[in-house]
């Protein structure tokens, strides 16, 4: 524009327009078409000098009119119409085009129907620039392509997701490789981008992977209760982006490019048999890329961060984060709750059975909870199985589980010796255990509905007669076999003599 300006000084100074092109070195057909604009639109050139270059321009070169054109005006009208059609599926510009043209038949062409309706689209969604603090934020992505290595034992090849993270303000780069995206891989990769940056920044900006946030939402996401644990140990704020919206966290997005063309290009033709060398290489490359100079500016990212970002950043806390997982489950009738994961049964509390518990369950242990109070702690198992403690226990449960032959014999011993002698006995014999056990338990409870001094003198007549069965013995009183051979004396009051011709009698038998 300042060519312009010089050649209208020229020609006001009276300089031919032969003249005014060889000075400046312009064609003479320019010159005279800025001459003659200049003479068409009645202009005074000391006005034009003392306007500024585009304003100048703007009175000289007007530019295109097709934006003033009616088709024009008739096509801004269809824009809400256009914007809306194209979200439905299956519809196409071009489609968009045969409609427009059959409703306009002087419309535009299809080249210009796409160009001004891209200029259209793109003007009602302008791009916000974000303002970054130091110490802030911290951006955080899993890159879209996987990084690979071989596992030495087997050969198979294995792909591993990378976690990038960078400081927006600064940009410095965090790369790291882990087994996959799952909350523990997730938790662990960030942890280790806090102790290599020294601190805690106050945002910590995600995607909305289910190991960070459980339901997106625009305005209130529901965060992951592990994620949110963990960002209270270390104290800060988990913000996720909105759903569909990389330009939200743009800054680790364009980290993210970087790190294909600096760590995953230069690291093309290396082969790696572990996660521990992958993340070797990973620290050397992004170190090299921290520390190159960065164009057009006078500082590279690490020293930026040094300088400005490490100091506000939040200390450490001294323990480390020990992942929390959680579980609301009902208390069974073996007042237990059952932990699906490890596939392992924990006991409760037998009065809190058919109750809501909350479990807390770490590496280590397992914490239940009821109506806000911890009734249970147990050490956690990875093996399918029980966990119990004798307390938790009802009396029924425990007397099911202390059975032994010592505890019946003791329990016999309580009320009649002859049943102590019936018991060993009866253990000295090699049955199952379960069979026996049954058996001890029918003639513990005949006893009780027995006379004790009538179920003393069954027991020594099975004794004498080698009977070791329940329902035998059981006979024995029901028939009352047992008054035979006694003495008037010795049968019991209430009970009859039983005189039958057909008896042989112990001696018989004896003999």
């Given at each position: 524009?300042?060519?312009?300006?010089?050649?209208?000084?020229?020609?006001?100074?009276?300089?031919?327009?032969?003249?005014?092109?060889?000075?400046?070195?312009?064609?003479?057909?320019t010159?005279?078409?800025?001459v003659?604009?200049?003479?068409?639109?009645?202009?005074?050139?000391?006005?034009?000098?003392?306007?500024?270059?585009?304003?100048?321009?703007?009175?000289?070169?007007?530019?295109?009119?097709?934006?003033?054109?009616?088709?024009?005006?008739?096509?801004?009208?269809?824009?809400?119409?256009?914007?809306?059609?194209?979200?439905?599926?299956?519809?196409?510009?071009y489609?968009?085009?045969?409609?427009?043209?059959?409703?306009?038949?002087?419309?535009?062409?299809?080249?210009?129907?796409?160009?001004?309706?891209?200029?259209?689209?793109?003007?009602?969604?302008?791009?916000?620039?974000?303002?970054?603090?130091?110490?802030?934020?911290?951006?955080?992505?899993?890159?879209?392509?996987?990084?690979?290595?071989?596992?030495?034992?087997?050969?198979?090849?294995?792909?591993?997701?990378?976690?990038?993270?960078?400081?927006?303000?600064?940009?410095?780069?965090?790369?790291?490789?882990?087994?996959?995206?799952?909350s523990?891989?997730?938790?662990?990769?960030?942890?280790?981008?806090?102790?290599?940056?020294?601190?805690?920044?106050?945002?910590?900006?995600?995607?909305?992977?289910?190991?960070s946030?459980?339901?997106?939402?625009?305005?209130?996401?529901?965060?992951?209760?592990?994620?949110?644990?963990?960002?209270?140990?270390?104290?800060?704020?988990?913000?996720?982006?909105?759903?569909?919206?990389?330009?939200d966290?743009?800054?680790?997005?364009?980290?993210?490019?970087?790190?294909?063309?600096?760590?995953?290009?230069?690291?093309?033709?290396?082969?790696?048999f572990?996660?521990?060398?992958?993340?070797?290489?990973?620290?050397?490359?992004?170190?090299?890329?921290?520390?190159?100079?960065?164009?057009?500016?006078?500082?590279?990212?690490?020293?930026?961060?040094?300088?400005?970002?490490?100091?506000?950043?939040?200390e450490?806390?001294?323990?480390?984060?020990?992942?929390?997982?959680?579980?609301?489950?009902?208390?069974?009738?073996?007042?237990?709750?059952?932990?699906?994961?490890d596939?392992?049964?924990?006991?409760?509390?037998y009065?809190?059975?058919?109750?809501?518990?909350?479990?807390?369950?770490?590496?280590?242990?397992?914490?239940?909870?009821?109506?806000?109070?911890?009734?249970?702690?147990?050490?956690?198992s990875?093996?399918?199985?029980?966990?119990?403690?004798?307390?938790?226990?009802?009396?029924?449960?425990?007397?099911?589980?202390?059975?032994?032959?010592?505890?019946?014999?003791?329990?016999?011993?309580?009320?009649?010796?002859?049943?102590?002698?019936?018991?060993?006995?009866?253990?000295?014999?090699?049955?199952?255990?379960?069979?026996?056990?049954?058996?001890?338990?029918?003639?513990?409870?005949?006893?009780?509905?027995?006379?004790?001094?009538?179920?003393?003198?069954?027991?020594?007549?099975?004794?004498?007669?080698?009977?070791?069965?329940?329902?035998?013995?059981?006979?024995?009183?029901?028939?009352?076999?047992?008054?035979?051979?006694?003495?008037?004396?010795?049968?019991?009051?209430?009970?009859?003599?039983?005189?039958?011709?057909?008896?042989?009698?112990?001696?018989?038998?004896?003999?």
């Amino acid at each position: 524009m300042s060519k312009v300006k010089q050649v209208l000084r020229m020609h006001a100074q009276g300089f031919s327009n032969r003249c005014i092109a060889d000075k400046p070195g312009l064609y003479k057909g320019t010159v005279n078409n800025y001459v003659n604009r200049v003479k068409n639109h009645g202009y005074r050139i000391e006005d034009l000098l003392a306007l500024d270059d585009p304003v100048l321009e703007s009175k000289l070169f007007a530019g295109t009119p097709a934006y003033k054109e009616e088709r024009f005006e008739a096509f801004k009208s269809e824009i809400a119409y256009l914007e809306k059609e194209l979200q439905r599926p299956h519809v196409t510009r071009y489609l968009l085009w045969q409609e427009y043209k059959e409703k306009y038949p002087d419309g535009y062409g299809y080249s210009q129907f796409c160009f001004h309706l891209g200029q259209l689209l793109k003007a009602r969604k302008p791009e916000s620039i974000l303002d970054h603090y130091p110490g802030e934020k911290l951006f955080v992505d899993f890159a879209g392509d996987t990084f690979s290595y071989v596992d030495r034992e087997t050969g198979e090849v294995i792909e591993a997701q990378v976690l990038v993270a960078c400081m927006p303000y600064c940009n410095h780069v965090f790369v790291m490789a882990v087994p996959s995206q799952r909350s523990d891989d997730f938790l662990y990769a960030l942890g280790c981008c806090l102790n290599h940056l020294g601190g805690s920044p106050k945002i910590v900006v995600t995607d909305n992977l289910k190991a960070s946030v459980v339901r997106a939402d625009r305005y209130e996401p529901e965060i992951n209760r592990i994620m949110e644990d963990f960002a209270n140990h270390h104290g800060f704020v988990v913000v996720p982006t909105r759903v569909r919206k990389p330009r939200d966290k743009a800054a680790v997005e364009n980290e993210v490019k970087i790190a294909y063309r600096r760590i995953y290009a230069k690291l093309r033709d290396r082969t790696f048999f572990s996660l521990e060398q992958v993340n070797a290489a990973f620290a050397e490359k992004a170190l090299e890329h921290n520390q190159t100079r960065m164009q057009q500016k006078e500082y590279c990212r690490q020293e930026k961060f040094l300088a400005e970002e490490r100091p506000l950043l939040k200390e450490l806390p001294r323990e480390a984060f020990e992942v929390k997982y959680y579980a609301c489950l009902t208390v069974s009738v073996n007042n237990c709750v059952y932990l699906a994961r490890d596939k392992h049964y924990y006991s409760v509390p037998y009065h809190y059975i058919g109750e809501k518990a909350e479990i807390i369950y770490t590496r280590a242990l397992v914490r239940i909870f009821v109506r806000g109070e911890c009734v249970a702690t147990h050490r956690r198992s990875l093996k399918p199985g029980y966990t119990t403690e004798k307390d938790h226990m009802g009396s029924s449960h425990n007397f099911y589980r202390n059975r032994s032959p010592e505890f019946y014999i003791k329990e016999a011993s309580k009320r009649s010796q002859c049943l102590t002698e019936l018991f060993r006995l009866f253990f000295d014999k090699s049955e199952v255990p379960g069979i026996q056990y049954r058996r001890c338990d029918g003639l513990l409870s005949l006893q009780r509905k027995t006379d004790p001094v009538v179920f003393e003198r069954v027991c020594r007549y099975a004794l004498d007669n080698g009977i070791y069965t329940y329902q035998s013995i059981k006979k024995i009183i029901d028939t009352r076999v047992y008054l035979l051979n006694m003495s008037a004396d010795e049968i019991p009051k209430g009970s009859n003599n039983i005189k039958h011709g057909n008896i042989r009698g112990r001696e018989y038998y004896a003999g």
